[in-house]
């Protein structure tokens, strides 16, 4: 039970360096897969979420396959394969075999296809630049086009508004990313997509009732022995005493029977308390090592009792006062969900409301009312002694009237009854006390069930409007035109004072939190996002850390430098799978990100690759354009935006002829 306005809480003290907090796993969601032989329709619906999320990759081969090999043709699937041809990269990097599928749709759209102007929109956007009145017939263009038209292509052409719009356009897609950013609650939602789904309520189950043969075995033979011998003194007291031998033999049974059932209850509540009282009492709880599930839900227990510290309470007594309880429920914890397909954040939930109740009762001078529960009545053991002393008193008259008939062979039956009827007796105890115990725990057991049930309840119910990933990936897009906004304000930038542009995004050292969709890219709850802007006196590296979950900039730093100031620029693989990008300049240290974790078991199991999840993830962060960029300037320098416009031309109007072919 957590927080309703808080979202996952984690601690990193001293000099602790973690590189992955938490990690979730959604799936099977099926977004960005398909089936083995799946229709054109549903291939181009995943190649159209996988664009919408930033893998365009991805959606180039489904909305290939959709519009080439299943014929899926028409304006719609069109406007998006061109969309996702050009999507995150310049018209360098367009190889001829994908401009070759534009020319297999010829004729394919009429002119007054509801598409048609979002495709001619595209090529005007290709081939115009900066003149006069350009800039305002491109605005009117997109003013015409539907509103999921229009965002698709400011998000997706970003690369193309560069060298040919004004800032019209680029106010446009800045007013929209501030629109959206904050949309459908994200606030309060974004946090629920780093949280994996929970497992389902548990305890450990009540212990069998624990009656072995031999206690059965005991238990016959001195019950036989019993009755023979108690039998024999009472038919051996009857002949002296008649009737009252028949009632004493009836009290002494009735007495017999009250006591072991009032001792019963007194034993098992006694017994109950006093394994209640050794599960209180401190113990020293083992020291966490390594990374597996038993040293996770340590961890979970340390922090959530530091929490959930009462308010008002002293933060050291509350937790040595509570130390036996919390080991006592992190060990029943692990036991009951240590399974290799169950993650420990899958349980935080019932760490949270665990912690929780025991803060509730702590306060409330509550956490030891089991004893006043389980405390024997006074009446339960004034009729178990009173019990006992009616049938040791009927005992005593059956062996007094017994020995006036046959002293002998009445004193020495009276030994043989005592000693079998205080065996029967303590047998009995067991046994009735062992049921007893075994009924107990199962109504605890169902209560703590009910409790812990009622507990994930609330917490799915919390969870319900967990945001899915194309939503996460609009957010993030918004990030991206709200940084950029931000850093052309800081630096006086106009839109046709940048030349170009990249970004790349990576998680936020030294802790956060990711999640993702089966088959889809890691999603961070802390970036680190840096922004180049290609400008003619030199590069402006801005470079910040998102806060995912609250939509906030913070660590903003501004680095600028010389075109001829690039030594290098790489994308290292570390020996653990982690990619690395790097940029050397002439001087100072070289500027390194981490852009990707390294592969887990996770990942290896889930995806179709070893390192799908991490490509995909590549492909999202803008690595690709970013090295485009960054590695023509320092091979060319300045000229770089001169030699690129002019190695465009070519691809340019191969890709405008093919557009325009597109019309029947």
Not at 321 to 337: F, N, P, W
Not at 392 to 400: D, M, Q, T, Y
Request: aromatic fraction near 8%; proline fraction near 4%.
């Amino acid at each position: 039970m957590s927080d309703p306005h808080l979202g996952p809480t984690n601690l990193a003290t001293d000099s602790a360096n973690v590189a992955v907090q938490a990690e979730a796993i959604h799936g099977p969601v099926n977004v960005y897969q398909v089936e083995a032989t799946p229709s054109p329709e549903v291939t181009f619906a995943a190649g159209l979420n996988s664009l919408r999320a930033g893998m365009a990759p991805e959606a180039r081969v489904h909305i290939g396959n959709a519009v080439v090999k299943g014929n899926y043709v028409n304006g719609h699937s069109c406007f998006y394969l061109l969309l996702a041809l050009l999507s995150g990269r310049t018209l360098q990097q367009v190889p001829p075999k994908e401009i070759a599928m534009l020319r297999r749709v010829r004729g394919a759209v009429k002119s007054d296809d509801e598409w048609a102007g979002a495709i001619k929109l595209v090529d005007h956007l290709l081939t115009s630049r900066p003149t006069e009145g350009g800039a305002v017939g491109l605005e009117q263009e997109l003013q015409h086009l539907a509103d999921e038209q229009r965002n698709d292509v400011l998000q997706h052409l970003e690369m193309f508004l560069d060298s040919s719009a004004e800032d019209a356009l680029w106010a446009r897609a800045f007013d929209a990313a501030r629109r959206d950013r904050y949309a459908n609650d994200r606030t309060h939602r974004a946090w629920k997509f780093f949280q994996p789904e929970p497992v389902g309520a548990r305890v450990r189950p009540a212990d069998p009732v624990l009656i072995g043969l031999g206690t059965w075995t005991g238990a016959t033979a001195t019950t036989a022995l019993a009755l023979v011998t108690v039998g024999f003194i009472g038919a051996t007291a009857w002949q002296h005493t008649g009737a009252a031998a028949v009632s004493a033999l009836l009290a002494l049974a009735a007495g017999c029977y009250a006591s072991v059932r009032s001792g019963a209850e007194w034993r098992c509540r006694k017994e109950r308390r006093q394994a209640k009282d050794h599960e209180y009492q401190r113990r020293p709880a083992a020291t966490p090592r390594g990374d597996g599930f038993a040293s996770k839900i340590d961890h979970q227990f340390n922090h959530y009792f530091a929490l959930y510290t009462p308010h008002g309470a002293d933060k050291a007594r509350w937790l040595s006062e509570t130390a036996g309880v919390r080991r006592a429920l992190r060990d029943e914890v692990v036991t009951i969900y240590r399974e290799s397909t169950v993650n420990a954040e899958q349980v935080a939930w019932l760490t949270r409301y665990l912690v929780a109740d025991v803060a509730r009762r702590w306060q409330a001078g509550k956490l030891r009312d089991y004893r006043k529960e389980l405390r024997v009545p006074l009446s339960r053991k004034a009729m178990c002694v009173l019990a006992a002393i009616a049938a040791a008193a009927a005992g005593a008259f059956l062996v007094w009237s017994g020995a006036h008939v046959d002293p002998v062979i009445v004193s020495l039956a009276a030994l043989v009854a005592m000693a079998s009827v205080w065996c029967a007796a303590r047998v009995w105890l067991r046994i009735a006390t062992e049921h007893k115990r075994h009924s107990a725990d199962k109504a605890e057991k169902k209560i703590l069930l009910a409790g812990r049930q009622a507990a994930f309840d609330r917490w799915k119910r919390k969870l319900a409007d967990r945001p899915d990933d194309l939503e996460m990936a609009r957010w993030l897009e918004c990030d991206r035109k709200a940084l950029m906004e931000q850093a052309m304000s800081l630096y006086r930038l106009k839109r046709q004072d940048v030349l170009a542009h990249a970004f790349i995004e990576a998680p936020a050292t030294p802790s956060y939190d990711r999640a993702r969709i089966e088959n889809g890219p890691w999603r961070y709850s802390k970036y680190k996002i840096l922004l180049f802007l290609l400008t003619k006196d030199g590069v402006r590296q801005y470079t910040v850390h998102l806060d995912f979950q609250q939509a906030t900039f913070r660590s903003r730093a501004r680095t600028n430098y010389r075109y001829d100031a690039f030594t290098s620029v790489q994308v290292a693989q570390t020996d653990n799978g982690e990619n690395v990008f790097e940029l050397t300049l002439t001087n100072g240290e070289p500027i390194k990100v981490k852009v990707t974790d390294p592969p887990t078991d996770v990942t290896k199991h889930e995806d179709e690759t070893p390192l799908g999840a991490s490509q995909r993830t590549l492909d999202t962060a803008g690595l690709d354009n970013a090295l485009h960029v960054l590695e023509g300037v320092a091979a060319e320098g300045k000229e770089w935006i001169t030699f690129e416009r002019r190695r465009e031309k070519v691809p340019l109007a191969e890709v405008s002829k093919a557009v325009n072919a597109i019309f029947a």
